[in-house]
């Protein structure tokens, strides 16, 4: 039996005694999996990514990497999470908006953590850095300001500084949410490509479509845990639980899946 890529167990997060986010969340992600996760507004969904992260600290639960130790609660001081920075290397996160630094320019955005993280050489990380720009239809923007950018170069150059620290997964938050309907179609072909390569993904989406195009599982988060938790066909055309049924019938009045 394979190691899980990811193996979540017991995550609990809350911010306050009556404000409980994760109530015990468990699931394990194999090689090459795409998991979307869906759920109404306030069920956990991306605060499960933060925590995945290592940006939101977690109450209870730990968290592994290809069967190592990742992140758990710190049983000796009790403040701050055990987290293995190592292996944090090996997840990489986009963001709803973007998160580029706008006082550098494309290229330096993209060299950043290399340089100062990984203590590459500036004239690798920028070689590499064109590689990925051209790759990615960008190579003429690498000296611009992200000012200079539409929502969805924005978007694209957000994911290729993530991809540029060779993470074994990718945990995309919303990320065409914010963009325009006319820019979300190229944000979506850039995950629908890296999907053809087996990178493994986490994805929090509203958009259904995408979610049954990308999706190898489909995980239906609410309260805290995991309600439904099955194929694309399987909870879209035929889900067990009535919470996700009624979830996605309020879905399909705004958007039919295709």
Known sequence: MHTPVLSVRNLRKQYSPTVKVLSGLSFDMKAGERIVVIGPSGGGKSTLLRCVMGLE?????????????YIEVNAVHGKEN????????????????????????????????P????????????ERAMKMLTLLGLSEKAHASPAMLSGGQKQRVAIARALLLDPKMMLFDEVTSALDPELVVEVENLMLDL??????MILVTHDMWFAKRIATRVIFCADGVIVEDGSPEQVFENPSNQRTREFLKKIMHVEKIA
């Open 115 to 126: 340089v100062k993280v990984r203590g590459e050489s500036r004239s690798k990380a920028t």
């Open 195 to 200: 999907a053809s390569q087996n990178m493994c």
């Open 57 to 69: 600290k977690i109450d209870a639960g730990i968290i592994e990497i290809e069967g190592q130790r």
């Open 82 to 113: 055990y987290i293995d920075k190592r292996l944090r290397e090996n997840v990489g996160m986009v963001f709803q908006h973007y998160t580029l630094f706008p006082h550098l320019s494309v290229i330096g955005n993209l060299i950043l953590s």
